[in-house]
Nanobody, 124 residues
Framework: QLQLVESGGGLVQPGGSLKLSCEASGSSLDYYTIGWFRQVPGKEREGVSCSGGSANYADSVKGRFTISRDNAKNTVYLQMNSLKSEDTAVYYC????????????????????WGQGTQVTVSS
């Protein structure tokens, strides 16, 4: 059974950076599609980025966020730069047990495994 644990959230000023980690246990992430999502109270969970057949990003974070994998550490990262107040949310990583086609990020309903989330607050 795959388990995911996010870390790296916190409070940062606008324009700052954070690097989120999604560490997996129970199975190798090599064959999984990993997605990063975020959610604010009262709103639906929003897709931020995914790594399956390729790295893909929501328009709102393109050019500022980078998803990467470290297979040796069984961890996926989300580097977030030039953070804005509207990036404030709880961030979740999630996994699907196969690699999706390049250029495609499934919606949240497609993911089988979820982490507990990590809070990111961008505020001065």
């Amino acid at each position: 059974q795959l388990q995911l644990v996010e870390s790296g959230g916190g409070l940062v000023q606008p324009g700052g950076s954070l690097k989120l980690s999604c560490e997996a246990s129970g199975s190798s992430l090599d064959y999984y599609t990993i997605g990063w999502f975020r959610q604010v109270p009262g709103k639906e969970r929003e897709g931020v980025s995914c790594s399956g057949g390729s790295a893909n990003y929501a328009d709102s974070v393109k050019g500022r966020f980078t998803i990467s994998r470290d297979n040796a550490k069984n961890t996926v990262y989300l580097q977030m730069n030039s953070l804005k107040s509207e990036d404030t949310a709880v961030y979740y990583c999630a996994a699907i047990p196969f690699r999706v086609a390049p250029g495609y990020c499934p919606g949240p309903q497609s993911y089988d495994y979820w982490g507990q989330g990590t809070q990111v607050t961008v505020s001065s």
